[in-house]
């Protein structure tokens, strides 16, 4: 922006990135919708004005960002389709913010807390039988004693995930999918360094039976307090106590 105009110079975009912004434009406009197919590559260049090359690269870009699916092939199956998949995109982006920011576990600890809580006293008003018959189904997953570590950590995330679904707030179970994705590595890392990870395991369940119940008799405060204690809790006792090197975003629960 100059001082003396108070306007500021157009940006160039390149052919990809007018491309990009006209997909975009018609997911946020409402016109294209998860499931919706976009038109071909040749469509595409014949609408737009571009070359095959703008086109393939946009929607590359839009592939990596979890945003559409490319089919292979030619004929009626052929060509991209919007999806649901931009909260595994989302996890990666998040995860490389955490380790470029310098994000500290500290502060991943508090906004756990505060997601989860308030997700937890919604499932209470919200749950179904049947929510309550999935989060039970998980953790009794979890108790299986011929479970690796890494599958535990699956189930776990899930359970979390179910609870966020279940307070009736998408946006606060995208968010949560996005950081169980983004510190997925760390979480199954952290189990392994367990001198017995079993026995954390199992008091990880016995934890989540009482926020189950809770949610089940639709006591909002103890819900979102028992979560909380339940996340607290591990970090303190087995992670942040420095029994070993924890990097941000390490750690379950």
Request: overall charge negative.
């Amino acid at each position: 922006m100059t001082a003396e105009t108070g306007w500021e110079r157009v940006r160039r975009l390149r052919n990809h990135e007018q491309v990009l912004a006209q997909i975009q434009d018609k997911i946020l406009d409402g016109e294209l919708r998860i499931g919706a197919k976009l038109p071909s590559e040749r469509e595409l260049v014949e609408i737009l004005g571009v070359s095959r090359t703008s086109v393939r690269e946009a929607l590359r870009a839009l592939e990596a960002m979890g945003v559409i699916d490319a089919q292979a092939g030619s004929g009626r199956d052929s060509g991209s389709v919007v999806s649901g998949r931009s909260s595994e995109a989302l996890g990666n982006l998040l995860r490389l913010h955490v380790a470029l920011a310098e994000i500290s576990l500290g502060e991943l600890i508090e906004i756990r807390v505060q997601l989860e809580g308030p997700a937890a006293a919604g499932a209470a008003q919200h749950s179904t039988a049947d929510d309550i018959a999935r989060l039970r189904e998980l953790n009794e997953g979890m108790r299986a004693r011929s479970l690796p570590s890494d599958q535990f950590n699956e189930l776990d995330a899930e359970f979390h995930v179910s609870i966020a679904k279940t307070s009736g707030n998408a946006l606060a179970a995208t968010l949560m999918q996005a950081l169980r994705a983004a510190v997925k590595s760390e979480m199954v890392a952290a189990f392994t360094l367990l001198d017995d990870w079993r026995a954390v395991a199992d008091q990880l369940v016995d934890e989540h039976e009482g926020i189950i119940a809770a949610i089940e008799a639709r006591d909002r405060v103890r819900a979102a307090r028992l979560v909380e204690e339940h996340i607290r809790r591990f970090y303190e006792e087995h992670v942040a106590r420095g029994d070993r090197a924890a990097a941000p975003g390490t750690g379950a629960g």
